[in-house]
């Protein structure tokens, strides 16, 4: 059974850091990619950045490039989201997600997500 | 900021079929496979249709999914109570060389 736990979420002060994790198990992690989604409260489902099986491929959207890196660790099967720079808008509930193989092909699994507040 | 445009509800009775719309360009739907997904209220999404329309284990075979050139259809037939949700397209979009959600449509079981 796949299962994906993410941690770290947190209040925090505008200019500041975290660093969200996702610890995983139930498939073989370097074998497929992995993205952070992210849901504002009452809005849509946003794609923040994505990790290819390998590690070796990172993908971001616009507005986190340059704040926010993507990282895994294979030899733990883990996930990671460092995150720089807050602001207020990147408030949200962050989703750890297990792509079906590929970046291309989407998402399959997600874990119960972590919530990250942005604020004074 | 969502670059896929969904109906922002959709409504059908019991036993009814409902189609909710995903459209998008050549540079996501137009060039890759779409997904489709439910999120109960206050639960992550799961996968309801994958590869624009194959249905994982343990979907009902009420939820269908097609496509067509920029865009993407979820119909679910012979609707019940507890498919009252909201649900997500997505897809790889080449150009933002990312993935992208659509804006989300909810439906009620009236």
């Known amino acids: 059974e796949v299962q994906l736990l993410e941690s770290g979420g947190d209040l925090v002060q505008p200019g500041g850091s975290l660093r969200l994790s996702c610890t995983t198990s139930?498939?073989?992690?370097?074998?497929?990619?992995m993205s952070w989604v992210r849901q504002a409260p009452g809005k849509a489902l946003e794609w923040v950045s994505g990790i290819s099986g390998r590690g070796d491929a990172t993908y971001y959207t616009h507005s986190v490039k340059g704040r926010f890196t993507i990282s895994s660790d294979n030899s733990e099967s883990a996930l990671y989201l460092q995150m720089n720079s807050l602001r207020a808008e990147d408030t949200a509930v962050y989703y750890c997600?297990?792509?079906?193989?590929?970046?291309?092909?989407?998402?399959?699994?997600w874990g119960q997500g972590t919530l990250v507040t942005v604020s004074s | 900021q969502s670059v896929l445009t969904q109906p922002p509800s959709a409504s059908g009775t019991p036993g009814q079929r409902v189609t909710i719309s995903c459209s998008g360009s050549?540079?996501?739907?137009?060039?890759?496979?779409v997904n489709w997904y439910q999120q109960l209220p206050g639960t992550a999404p799961k996968l309801l249709i994958y590869?624009?329309?194959q249905r994982p284990s343990g979907v009902p075979d009420r939820f269908s999914g097609s496509k067509s050139g920029t865009s993407a259809s979820l119909a679910i037939s012979g609707l019940q109570s507890e498919d009252e949700s909201d649900y997500y397209c997505?897809?790889?979009?080449?150009?933002?060389?990312?993935?992208?959600f659509g804006t989300g449509t909810k439906v009620t079981v009236l």
């Open positions: 139930g498939f073989t992690f370097g074998s497929c990619a």
């Open positions: 997505a897809a790889w979009d080449d150009s933002l060389n990312g993935l992208v």
């Open positions: 590869t624009n329309s």
């Open positions: 050549s540079s996501n739907i137009g060039s890759n496979t």
């Open positions: 997600a297990k792509a079906i193989q590929y970046s291309k092909s989407g998402i399959d699994f």
